[in-house]
């Protein structure tokens, strides 16, 4: 019964799907016609009031071949920039390109006029993830970074559940997760070069992971950071499809942090493309008046491994309340192009917003310095 009763706090009630306007169609560009930007172009397909009118890639023939993978026509151009330029009516860009390269095309985009879908990571560096934010802000553009779990019912419980006051106040965070083996290297090496990767299981899952504990708690700003990281695997022959590729490494494999959050939270934080364990360990949100474990997965990608649990007491009695695995019933990336598409039509604001997410790239960029300098550091993130 009273499993039952605190679970109901939770619940809420679905409305039906929106119809989506036809009358007006958003005419959207893509820079960068690599892997992930086929999961863009096929979420855009699924919409009816889109018209996907350019392509951009820097790599002669590959956005004409994108293009022609997809049966689509559009134009082509060899950089974001030239798109931009090239194509006064365009609404949206997709910013799709490898991490080295978010910054500047969505800046560009920014400040000619441009909404802007960036792909996750935001970026490499707090430096360029302010300068984005600086363009956002003066421009009045929609900027959405690409973290679709956030449209996970499970992922919107745990926020539920923390902003219910069920585990009072929050002090302590262990998150991360991690692939025993799952360095992402069959779509080449932009990934895990250093020039073009930039970061590597930081950016590519370390964000996810830092998304939904910070997204919980209404994302406080990080103070400090003591970081850690290492590319054992990664450089490593044996554990790498060709030697090539071992040589050609040049970003973390593994990366744990320790952080001071506003509000006086510390957050103990690791991450793994490759690792000799099946999962660092569950996500752990410990407060005064209860703690929620939420399970991790043997690959994580930003999702939730099973049911949660919460650990609190109940008339003097020490109890757990499971929270039962929750169904969205839509596609992840769907739901985020989507939400991406109503906030430039009808004027609302960013699904994922910078103001949050550069705090998220401020921990990453802190874990990397701290751990090139070897002690802990200071975040400073100017006032935009």
């Not at 689509?72 to 910013?95: K, W």
């Not at 879908?117 to 802000?137: G, N, Q, S, Y």
């Not at 934080?269 to 939420?294: Q, Y």
Request: glycine share 10%.
């Amino acid at each position: 019964m009273a499993n039952s009763s605190i679970l109901d706090e939770f619940k809420t009630t679905h409305l039906a799907e929106e119809k989506i306007d036809t009358n007006r169609k958003l005419k959207v560009g893509i820079i960068g016609t690599g892997w992930i930007a086929d999961a863009h172009m096929q979420s855009y397909l699924k919409q009816p009031d889109v018209e996907i009118v350019a392509y951009a890639d820097l790599i002669p023939g590959k956005a004409e071949a994108f293009m022609k993978k997809w049966k689509q026509e559009g134009r082509v151009y060899m950089s974001g920039d030239e798109l931009i330029d090239n194509e006064p009516d365009i609404d949206a860009v997709s910013v799709c390109t490898y991490n080295c390269q978010h910054a500047e095309p969505t800046i560009y985009a920014l400040k000619h006029g441009v909404n802007v879908l960036l792909e996750k990571p935001m970026c490499v560096t707090l430096d360029e993830a302010i300068e984005i934010r600086k363009a956002e802000k003066e421009s009045g553009k929609v900027l959405s970074i690409g973290f679709q779990p956030r449209f996970d019912e499970n992922m919107k419980m745990i926020k539920r559940i923390v902003e219910s006051g069920t585990l009072g106040k929050i002090y302590y965070i262990q998150t991360g997760g991690g692939r025993r083996r799952g360095i992402p290297t069959p779509f080449g090496t932009s990934f895990i070069a250093k020039d073009t990767g930039g970061i590597g299981a930081l950016g590519d899952i370390g964000c996810y992971s830092l998304d939904m504990v910070l997204n919980a708690i209404g994302y406080p700003k990080p103070l400090t950071v003591t970081g850690y990281k290492s590319a054992y695997f990664g450089t490593n022959p044996k554990y790498m499809p060709c030697k090539e590729y071992a040589e050609a490494f040049g970003v973390d494999d593994f990366a744990a942090g320790f952080v001071r959050l506003e509000g006086d939270i510390v957050l103990d934080f690791r991450i793994a493309w490759a690792m000799h364990l099946d999962t660092p360990g569950d996500t752990i949100i410990m407060g005064t008046e209860g703690s929620l474990r939420i399970p991790s997965t043997d690959c994580w990608n930003g999702s939730v491994g099973g049911a949660m649990t919460i650990y609190h007491d109940l008339c003097g009695t020490q109890t757990q309340t499971t929270v039962p695995i929750l169904h969205t019933g839509a596609d992840l990336f769907d739901l985020k192009i989507r939400s991406f598409l109503d906030a430039v039509k009808f004027g609302k604001p960013a699904p994922v917003p910078s103001s949050q997410i550069i705090y998220n790239q401020a921990i990453l960029d802190g874990i990397c310095r701290s751990a090139e300098l070897g002690h802990e550091i200071e975040i400073e993130i100017p006032e935009i």
